[in-house]
């Protein structure tokens, strides 16, 4: 999104009040008194800035810059979505043992602009278009209500930590994965798409 419409994004001040949740992208890092910005002067590409920055505001910076995306008037948006269908299906999660459901997490309940009613007329966008895909190329393989019979083989490996995954970066460079060596920005991108699930991060860092 900011590397393609990074200068349509720069010109969108914020509508929606998100406290000093977010701070203009010159800093650092988040100063740490408001006062020491002008809020007003804040805009979409702060948003998006902010949340690559921190990992405590990726999930917001995604909810709350879909919120904005639907208030805008001066460009056309647009917002696509594949494999539509899986948002509706069972997760693998749980809470306090309570079966976590998909409009349960943040960021599909901020995307899932259709439902069994069909367009929401409460998530359409100001000017805009969104666009939903079906696919049933991945099928549901498993049987959710029997997968814990499988928990005594199954072993847990926690996402990479930022420490974790910068190491492993420089195991990338030292081996020589690719010619040339990855950015920071890469390293924020790979954390950010992948969540530092191990097995995304292997996949991602071949595509970069």
């Excluded at 079966?99 to 259709?114: Q, S, W």
């Excluded at 929401?120 to 079906?134: C, E, H, P, S, V």
Aim: with cysteine; net charge positive; charged share 25%.
């Amino acid at each position: 999104v900011i590397q393609c419409n990074g200068k349509q994004l720069a010109s969108l001040p914020l509508r929606g009040d998100y406290g000093d949740a977010y701070y203009p992208r010159s800093f650092v890092k988040k100063p740490k008194s408001a006062s020491e910005y002008n809020k007003s002067d804040l805009t979409l590409l702060d948003i998006c800035e902010s949340g690559l920055k921190d990992d405590l505001l990726t999930c917001k910076a995604v909810v709350d810059l879909k919120a904005e995306l639907a208030q805008v008037t001066e460009f056309p948006v647009l917002i696509a979505i594949d494999e539509y269908n899986a948002w509706f299906q069972k997760t693998v999660f749980g809470y306090e043992g309570v079966p976590v459901k998909a409009e349960d997490i943040t960021v599909i309940d901020a995307l899932r602009d259709v439902d069994a009613s069909g367009y929401r007329a409460d998530r359409k966008l100001a000017n805009g278009l969104f666009i939903a895909a079906t696919t049933e190329n991945y099928p549901t393989k498993y049987d959710f209500s029997k997968q814990a019979s499988y928990k005594r083989v199954r072993k847990l490996l926690h996402p990479y930590t930022p420490q974790e995954l910068t190491s492993l970066v420089d195991y990338f460079h030292a081996i020589n994965f690719r010619q040339s060596k990855y950015s920071d920005k890469d390293v924020v991108f790979l954390r950010l798409m992948t969540k530092g699930v191990p097995l995304k991060v292997f996949k991602q860092a071949c595509i970069l």
